[in-house]
């Protein structure tokens, strides 16, 4: 896991590459690898690759990045980890050829299967990674995103260049890197927390989406193509047993935990006390002659949105024998991050998760670990959140036959009623449009609150704009490949290629490499999700039970009672906090923002506010934090004094964070 930054000038541009400006975009980058930095110039200064390195896998110089072949003709750097490296080094050492440095490197193995293979290597990695390689001959640049976004890549062309980096603030190192928002991102951020690729919330900054290649030439033809999707590798299980299913899942399961392990730094796995966390610390502990180290993450005090789980995180490391570890956070926890939040993400990502998720993060490394296994994935897969279960029921209801007739004239009634702001409307009116209920796992705003919620200006130029078209490129694919298009597979598959890569795992990445910790992610392992995408829905949705099949594979590797209690999910008590002293600096922000821009309507964000249990502050919180400090660049750090003067300063020796059992 590392940073890696680059540039390529374009023929006939003037600009060439200099040390002092490459080095600026690498550094901005620190958190992300402490052990270590790289450089390379072509002699031309054309060209320029960046890396900071986090030491995981062969720890020697020699593994340092920019990593060359054997005759210069070839440069790579790499973010991430290919697990089965050591299989694809066999096979090229058994084909002979090649000059090898390293006694280990994945990334020296990534150069060597692009000679053997050119971009179809990209076929054998199994993996996490952003990369960027640069052949010398061919005088193109590749940029490769892994098959499900677990790793972000970002790049911009401007100025007769392309640049590219793992980080957004790495890009903005770049004097001639515009600074402004991109308006039609934010409206699509505004329904789903976070941006869909290939925008971003910065105008002319992009994001590679999941499963695809860019091939950037000399002369600055750029082509992009997705060299990986579901569908195309899933075979369908039907007329297979639901006991020969269950197998399939836990042996396959156990593969992607067993890949995850491979490391020359401590691994641990961060543990709440649910079905999946649980799963991977039990077959992490398989085989291991020392205790496992898990972390979990509670909150000081009691609240009615969210419960501690931390009994079922301990129970879960008695099990296997842990050496476990947990913090309880407050208030001032979030308030004192907020401003190292909103850097860390580049973009606004609209969940509070990020919150404990950073200092889960922390408590990991500050113990000594390097990487940690996290449980993303298995809801999306196996039918795991409540809400999808309402959902995939209304879709059932709108599918039955009714006239759309009928659902118009419902709409037109509802509007009457002065109902057309509720979620029950824009259901309804989907329905009566042919579309899916389903527009991802985290919506927060409706087309029709946004023709509310936006200034008159912005109302006025997205008048014909809806959601839809950010996900409609999704739904052709579905509508064109899935072998079994039914509502689950649906649901999966958006999630699979928004919510996920844009939102849940770039919070993994941002929050964790804020503190220079790896995340690994075993139930999103390519082929273990394409696994997943081969059980019918049937097996999946069984007796109404959320997570059936997952929970029949895994019963006997964990204890029934981390499988029968009701879930809750990884949360924060943000609604209660809303009372307290966040709440009043929400406020405050939101109105001074409304008031220096014009994207906004104030009286309909005070009217957002008012909604109890609403997600609705929180997004847009985060984007007038954004705003403040990428775009207009002021400090972000009033919340500091805010929540010391309410809620009292920080203790010198805070006993929150505590090994329970070792």
């Keep these: 896991m590392c940073g890696i930054v680059g540039v390529l000038s374009f023929d006939g541009s003037a600009f060439r590459v200099s040390e002092p400006y490459l080095v600026r975009m690498r550094d901005v980058m620190s958190h992300r690898g402490p052990d270590g930095v790289g450089l390379f110039i072509s002699p031309d200064r054309q060209v320029g690759l960046g890396h900071r390195r986090l030491s995981i896998i062969d720890l020697s110089e020699n593994a340092l990045q920019p990593m060359a072949n054997e005759n210069g003709t070839l440069w790579v750097v790499f973010n991430g980890e290919i697990y089965n490296h050591a299989e694809i080094r066999a096979e090229l050492e058994k084909r002979g050829g090649h000059s090898w440095k390293t006694d280990h490197s994945d990334t020296e193995v990534i150069l060597h299967a692009f000679e053997e ?134 042996a396959e399961l156990r593969t992607a935990v067993k890949l995850r392990k491979i490391s020359d730094v401590p691994v641990g796995v961060f543990l709440s006390g649910g079905i999946d966390s649980s799963t991977n610390a039990a077959l992490f502990s398989e085989g291991e002659n020392r205790p496992i180290k898990t972390f979990s993450i509670g909150y000081e005090g009691s609240y009615k949105s969210y419960k501690n789980e931390l009994h079922y995180a301990r129970s879960m490391a008695r099990t296997v024998g842990a050496d476990h570890h947990e913090r309880l956070l407050r208030e001032n926890d ?28 922390k408590l990991a490394r500050d113990l000594g670990v390097i990487v940690c296994q996290v449980g993303e994935g298995s809801d999306e897969l196996f039918w795991g959140y409540l809400g999808w279960k309402i959902l995939y029921q209304l879709q059932r209801y709108n599918d039955l036959p009714v006239p759309t007739l009928f659902k118009k004239l419902a709409l037109g009634g509802l509007q009457l009623a002065g109902r057309d702001q509720k979620m029950s409307y824009e259901l309804l009116r989907r329905g009566s449009l042919k579309q899916p209920v389903f527009w991802g796992g985290t919506e927060v705003f409706t087309d029709s609150q946004k023709r509310r919620l936006l200034s008159p200006r912005l109302r006025k130029r997205f008048t014909d704009l809806s959601s839809w078209e950010a996900i409609r490129p999704i739904r052709q694919r579905f509508e064109e490949k899935a072998w079994e298009q039914s509502t689950l597979n649906w649901m999966t598959y958006l999630d699979l290629n928004l919510r996920l890569p844009e939102l849940l795992l770039m919070r993994v990445d941002k929050m964790s490499m804020a503190v220079g910790l790896e995340a690994r992610v075993p139930f999103l392992d390519h082929k273990f999700v394409e696994l997943a995408m081969s059980i019918p829905e049937a097996v999946k949705t069984k007796n109404g039970m959320l997570k059936y099949i997952l929970k029949k594979a895994v019963r006997g590797i964990i204890p029934d009672e981390l499988i029968d209690r009701k879930k809750q999910g990884f949360g924060v008590p943000i609604y209660e906090w809303y009372h307290a002293t966040l709440g009043s600096y929400l406020f405050r922000e939101l109105k001074e923002f409304c008031g220096k821009t014009d994207f906004l309507d104030w009286k309909e964000v005070v009217r957002s506010l008012s909604e109890t249990r609403s997600p609705k502050g929180w997004s847009l919180l985060n984007f007038a934090l954004w705003w403040k400090q990428y775009i207009a660049s002021e400090p972000a750090e009033e919340c500091h004094a805010l929540s010391d003067a309410v809620l009292g300063p920080r203790r010198q020796s805070d006993p929150r964070s505590v090994a329970i059992f070792q």
């Excluded at 907020?338 to 950073?358: G, H, I, N, S, T």
Aim: proline share 6%; charged share 25%.
């Design 334 to 361: 979030l308030l004192d991050f907020l401003p190292q939040m909103v850097r860390q993400q580049d973009e606004p990502l609209a969940d509070p998760v990020c919150v404990p998720v950073y200092y889960v993060s």
């Design 117 to 250: 293979w050119g971009i179809d290597c990209v076929h054998k990695f199994r993996g996490m990674f952003a990369m960027a390689l640069w052949d010398t001959k061919q005088r193109q640049l590749w940029l490769i995103r892994d098959r499900v976004g677990i790793k972000p890549l970002y790049y911009s062309i401007h100025h007769g260049r392309i640049t590219f980096a793992s980080e957004i603030k790495a890009l903005l190192e770049d004097q001639e890197q515009e600074r402004a928002v991109n308006e039609e991102a934010l409206y699509y951020y505004l329904s789903f927390s976070a941006t869909p690729a290939p925008r971003t919330l910065f105008l002319g900054i992009h994001k590679l989406a999941p499963g695809t290649w860019l091939r950037v030439k000399e002369d600055g033809q750029v082509q992009e193509y997705r060299y990986w999707d579901v569908w195309d590798h899933t075979q369908p299980l039907t007329g297979v047993t639901e006991a020969e299913i269950a197998e399939r899942i836990l």
